[in-house]
């Protein structure tokens, strides 16, 4: 048996940890449960005290995605857990779901992340974001190899986070799990999308025109921060970028100022290119010790 971490960052979630702990529970291979909660305001910290849950950690403020976890990512390296399984709070796995991940990754030692499918809250179909992680991916008969998928449930390798490091403070909300995918294939551990498995992501798909503008300034913060790219391959990608999601924007949102708003975003990030390519960098070689 591996030593497993289930690491589940909260905030205000009182609507789903109830059932996200007690999939956990029911799973037929063990783990610990590491909690982070950013600052809740609602019932969860006591819904929280009703379950066995090994480490709690209790923030004063909303830390965000990739902080909080860090923390769980620490402490956990440091018990010398072999596994580290990211889910978030409104996802709730299978009895079989990280057995099967677990054994895939054991047979596997090159893959630094294994993702489970991610299907609706209902579990009746494949999530609609998830889908387009698949639709990008390349196909083996055991698994999807890809370059991304979302951080709502991964299972990452003592050895692929020793070597990538924690995820990059940079990004507050949102990104942290593209940055970080970018980090494990510099780091020539791949991404694989396991077949067979199934977990449920209880979330509504909205996206307003504000939302989507935040989202696509991260994907460029991203591109000038991916170790994968040199300096001018970053200032290409990202202006290729540019245009391509004004072009979404005019025919999604029939929005004009998105485009002059990505320019005036690219040009930011343009001029701080020497400090972003120093953070770039950072990111290849802050490592942690085993």
């Not at 391959?233 to 708003?261: C, D, I, P, T, W």
Request: charged share 25%; net charge positive; hydrophobic share 40%.
């Amino acid at each position: 048996m591996k030593k497993v971490a289930t690491i589940i960052v909260t905030y205000n979630g009182e609507k789903w940890i109830e059932k996200c702990l007690n999939s956990v529970q029911s799973s037929n291979y063990p783990s610990d449960i590491f909690v982070v909660d950013n600052a809740s305001t609602d019932n969860t910290l006591s819904l929280l005290e009703s379950y066995n849950i090994f480490d709690l950690e209790i923030s004063d403020s909303n830390l965000g995605f990739g902080a909080a976890n860090n923390i769980a990512l620490n402490k956990a390296l440091k018990l010398d857990y072999d596994y580290f399984f990211l889910i978030n709070q409104d996802v709730y796995i299978e009895e079989n779901t990280l057995e099967q991940l677990i054994r895939f990754s054991v047979d596997h030692i090159d893959t630094g992340i294994v993702v489970p499918i991610q299907y609706d809250g209902n579990g009746d179909c494949i999530d609609n974001n998830f889908k387009q992680y698949i639709s990008l991916s390349k196909e083996n008969n055991l698994y999807f190899e890809t370059t991304f998928a979302n951080a709502a449930a991964w299972l990452i390798s003592k050895k692929c986070l020793v070597k990538t490091g924690n995820f990059n403070p940079i990004f507050s909300h949102y990104g942290e799990d593209r940055n970080y995918c970018d980090r494990v294939l510099f780091h020539n551990f791949s991404i694989k999308i396991l077949k067979g498995t199934k977990v449920l992501h209880d979330r509504q798909q909205k996206m307003s025109l504000e939302k989507s503008i935040k989202l696509s300034k991260i994907k460029l913060l991203s591109i000038f921060l991916n170790p994968n790219f040199s300096k001018s391959q970053s200032l290409k990608v990202g202006l290729v970028n540019v245009f391509g999601m004004g072009k979404y924007f005019l025919k999604k949102h029939h929005s004009v100022f998105a485009l002059f708003h990505f320019i005036q975003e690219y040009i930011k990030l343009f001029k701080q290119r020497d400090f972003l390519e120093s953070e770039k960098n950072k990111q290849k070689f802050d490592q942690k010790k085993s």
